[in-house]
C-alpha cells in the first residue's frame, strides 16, 4: 500500500515546479477530553513503525502529529533515523493563542534541533487552528465548535470574520517559528479558513 502527497513549494519557481513525495500521517496521540489516540506509545513500536512506513509503504516522508511534544519528538527522530523526510505538525485541542504560540516555540526549537542534525523537517505551524483552538469559532470545547460546522447558515456568516483572525494569528506563529526554525515553515488548514 502506498500513500501519496503532492507538496508545492514556492521558491518564485512558478507553479509548474512541483515536488512530488510519497508521505503519510503518524499520529502521536490527538488530545481530547483527557483522552488520547494513541495508547500506550512506545518509543520502540515508533522506531518498528517508521521502517515499516519507510520499507513496506515505501514512503520518504512523515507527517507526525499530535498534542505531545515531547511524543511528537520521539516520532521525529526515530523518522530521521530511518531516513524520512519529517513534517513535525502539532495537532493541538482546546488551547488558548497565546497556548498555541508557547507550544510552537517549543516544537520550532525540537524541529531545529533535529534539522541541525542533518534530517529534512519541514515546521507545519498547525492544523486547522480554526476548529482546534479557542477563541476562532464559540465555544470553548471542541465539540462545542463542532456545533458551529454543523450550522451553515451561521458558519457561513462567521467565516468573514475567521479569514483575517486566522492569518493574523499565523503571522504570528510565522514569527515565532522563523526566530528559531531555519527550515521550510507550514500549515494545515481548512478550507473555510482562507489562508494567505
Known amino acids: 500500500m502506498e500513500c501519496s502527497l503532492v507538496v508545492r513549494r514556492n521558491l518564485n519557481q512558478g507553479a509548474s515546479d512541483a515536488m512530488r513525495i510519497k508521505g503519510i500521517n503518524y499520529d502521536t496521540g490527538f488530545l481530547n477530553a483527557g483522552t488520547s489516540t494513541h495508547e ?10 517508521m521502517r515499516i512506513i519507510r520499507d513496506d509503504l515505501r514512503c520518504d516522508a512523515v507527517r507526525i502529529t499530535g498534542g505531545d511534544v515531547d511524543r511528537l519528538e ?3 527522530i526515530h523518522a530521521a533515523d530511518a531516513g524520512l523526510e519529517v513534517w513535525f505538525c502539532p495537532f493541538i485541542n482546546d488551547l488558548t493563542q497565546d497556548a498555541v504560540l508557547t507550544l510552537l516555540a517549543d516544537c520550532a526549537d525540537r524541529a531545529e534541533r533535529l534539522r541541525r542534525r542533518g534530517a529534512k523537517v519541514v515546521l507545519l505551524t498547525g492544523s486547522e487552528l480554526s476548529l482546534f483552538t479557542i477563541g476562532f469559532l464559540p465555544g470553548d470545547t471542541l465539540a462545542e ?24 494569528f499565523l503571522r504570528q506563529a510565522v514569527d515565532v517559528v522563523r526566530a528559531r526554525f531555519g527550515g521550510p515553515v507550514s500549515y494545515a488548514s481548512l478550507p473555510m479558513e482562507g489562508i494567505d
Open 40 to 49: 500506550p506509545f512506545d518509543p520502540d513500536v515508533v522506531r518498528r513503525e
Open 74 to 76: 520521539v516520532a521525529a
Open 145 to 168: 465548535r463542532l456545533a458551529c460546522l454543523a450550522d451553515i447558515p451561521r458558519l457561513r456568516e462567521m467565516i468573514g470574520e475567521i479569514r483575517p483572525r486566522i492569518n493574523a
